[in-house]
């Protein structure tokens, strides 16, 4: 896997549980929040195995509950491993992101 | 291909057949009318016929569900089934994905979203479900795995056992065993089972020698360490008597061999329908 895509599952990964700690999800409705903060091209097939490796790794909990169109749908909730997770996350990105954004102001060195 | 996916269904039907069987044989030779005993074997038969019913009836609702997805969506379905069916997830991950995906792909069909959007490349999407779940399985799965086995393991040897009560065979197929030992045996094999299947699952991507030998392992080293604690137990004199899983060594080896077809059997067949 590239260095961008090895960083793109961190941030994205980050960005789920971020959504899913402001409220239960489910897969479609992740994906849609997604799509919408600007990760475009986006499908449930490309959330679930992230989804899938949150659950493993206990940041994320599931739960089946009965849909309005058929099929019962599995509702994600964040852990308190997942806030921790989460808070974690926060940091790391704030930190790095004042360190990258010295860099691209920084006129000469 | 309809053999391959009904698996599951037919060996719990032949495991419950065995099971049925093996309480009868028991009604049959018992002379005595112990009530404890008899309710414990009528528990048993219960047990086989409602494991085998709601086999049956998950099977049913399962086929069901799949044929409510359209032609594109259920190629696509049965593809990506098929990819971690051969993986190394356990039956339990599988179980969970192949449920998952079913209700999110009728989902997306009652959107009228397309399979292309929905899920991508296939390969990939197998791919990654398969990386983001294969690994290190807990101690409870490969307890829960390795006591399936086991079980017909058991089972095997019982039947032997009986059948050799019933035709009066030689002592070819001697196999007997007590409560008691069953009850050591079951408690070695707890340790030895996720053992030898953790070697098993790391493996089952590698040579076919080394997938038989671990297969093979299961029972044998099961046997080894019990008979070994046995030993050490009469050593001690706590126990008197004589406690052994088969009393032929020739009836031991004939089980391992018919594992051994079996396997190579069930190896043979899953490969052959995978192709179709």
């Known amino acids: 896997m590239s260095k961008n895509s090895q960083m793109l599952k961190g941030i994205l990964e980050g960005c789920i549980l971020k959504i899913i700690s402001m409220k239960e999800t489910y897969g479609y409705e992740l994906v849609e929040s997604l799509n919408d903060g600007g990760f475009k091209g986006m499908t449930e097939g490309s959330v679930y195995p992230l989804l899938l490796r949150l659950e493993k790794k206990g940041f994320i909990h599931s739960v089946k509950k009965p849909s309005p169109l058929g099929p019962k749908r599995k509702y994600y909730f964040l852990t308190p491993l997942g806030h921790e997770e989460l808070s974690d996350f926060l940091l790391g990105w704030s930190h790095l992101k004042v360190t990258i954004d010295y860099f691209i102001e920084k006129e000469a060195l | ?276």
């Open chain 2, 1 to 276: 291909m309809k053999l391959y996916h009904n698996r599951k269904l037919i060996l719990s039907g032949l495991i419950s057949f065995m099971l049925v069987i093996l309480a009868l044989f028991y009604f049959l030779t018992q002379q005595s009318t112990n009530t404890s005993e008899t309710i414990l074997f009528t528990c048993v038969i219960l047990f086989a016929v409602v494991m085998f019913l709601y086999s049956f009836y998950q099977r049913k609702r399962y086929e069901r569900s799949i044929s409510m997805l359209n032609a594109d969506y259920k190629e696509v379905y049965t593809l990506v089934v098929d990819k971690i069916t051969t993986s190394n997830l356990t039956s339990l991950e599988r179980h969970h994905v192949k449920e998952d995906l079913l209700n999110m792909m009728l989902d997306a069909q009652n959107r009228d979203e397309s399979v292309q959007s929905f899920i991508g490349n296939v390969d990939e999407f197998s791919k990654s479900i398969i990386n983001a779940l294969g690994g290190n399985m807990s101690l409870l799965i490969y307890e829960i795995t390795g006591l399936q086995y086991l079980i017909g393991f058991i089972i095997f040897v019982k039947f032997a056992d009986n059948l050799n009560q019933i035709r009066s065979l030689s002592d070819y197929f001697d196999a007997t065993i007590s409560y008691k030992s069953l009850l050591l045996f079951t408690l070695v094999s707890l340790i030895t089972i996720p053992l030898i299947f953790s070697i098993y699952k790391k493996n089952v991507e590698g040579k076919l020698i080394t997938q038989i030998g671990i297969f093979l392992g299961i029972p044998i080293f099961s046997v080894l360490s019990f008979e070994l604690i046995v030993l050490l137990i009469n050593s001690v004199e706590f126990n008197q008597g004589q406690s052994v899983v088969f009393d032929s060594i020739y009836g031991f080896i004939t089980a391992l061999l018919l594992l051994f077809v079996g396997f190579i059997i069930k190896r043979s067949i899953s490969k052959h329908l995978l192709q179709q």
